[in-house]
């Protein structure tokens, strides 16, 4: 069965540490992957995302992930995190069938910032 | 282009009453999901469209909900005779895609529903 895993319920930085937060899928294709945040109350925003190609993709904020066929993970990374980091990040794959994406999320892992 | 917007954000009800919410997906998507996402989870998937047709639906969506998408507009999802457990975060997203093709999901704010 399809599914992602966010080992990491909580992670908590220093303001202008580096920040990789992991993700591992279980997908039996090709998997179209994208990491989305939430700031509490709201939507989710896409940060990035990863269809095919190149599998260090570049992403908004200065947010970057890498592509691991033999891990099935999709990490996120940053080099240094700002305090408006502070967030929610969900890791999801595109369940491709039928010729649309359902996404399959994460549970999650919850960012927080010290100053 | 002002993203995809929903209606209303912040509904409470009690139970055995019956809600509905709206989504405005970006103009010209085609393609339209909801999400049902309950505190500390990720979303999970409850349907899609594509235009006006309803293509999946999960088993997660009961007899008691219902969505709409007419004329491949707006959405509505409504929920007759609301329970506790219907209490969650309604997440709409909206994509454009060729047929047999993938796309990137971009999504609403939610509407939060508490049901007393």
């Known amino acids: 069965a399809q599914s992602v895993t966010q080992p990491d319920i909580h992670i908590t930085v220093s303001e202008g540490a580096s920040l990789e937060l992991r993700c591992n899928y279980s997908?039996?294709?090709?998997?179209?992957l994208f990491w989305y945040v939430q700031s509490p109350g709201q939507g989710l925003q896409l940060l990035l995302k990863?269809?095919?190609?190149?599998?260090l993709v570049q992403g908004i904020k200065g947010f970057e992930a890498e592509f691991k066929r033999s891990q099935s993970s999709f990490n996120l990374r940053k080099p240094s995190v700002h305090w408006s980091d502070a967030a929610e990040y969900f890791c999801?794959?595109?369940?491709?069938?039928?010729?649309?994406?359902?996404?399959?999320f994460g549970a999650g892992t919850r960012l927080a910032v010290h100053p | 282009d002002t993203g995809v917007s929903q209606d209303p954000r912040h509904k409470i009800t009690k139970r055995g009453q019956n809600v509905t919410f709206r989504c405005d997906p970006i103009?010209?998507?085609?393609?339209l999901y909801w999400y049902r996402q309950t505190l500390g989870q990720g979303p999970e998937f409850l349907t899609y469209?594509?235009?006006?047709?309803?293509?999946?639906k999960s088993r997660l969506l009961s007899d008691r909900f219902s969505a709409e998408r007419p004329k491949g507009s707006f959405s509505t999802l409504e929920i007759q005779r609301t329970e506790q457990g219907d209490s969650a975060m309604y997440l709409c997203?909206?994509?454009?895609?060729?047929?047999?093709?993938?796309?990137?999901?971009?999504f609403g704010p939610g509407t939060r529903l508490t049901v007393l």
């Open positions: 990863y269809f095919s190609g190149d599998t």
């Open positions: 997203a909206s994509s454009f895609g060729l047929a047999g093709g993938t796309d990137t999901q971009y």
């Open positions: 103009s010209e998507h085609n393609r």
């Open positions: 469209f594509q235009n006006e047709a309803q293509l999946e």
């Open positions: 997908y039996g294709a090709t998997p179209y």
């Open positions: 999801a794959v595109g369940a491709f069938s039928g010729g649309y994406n359902k996404l399959i």
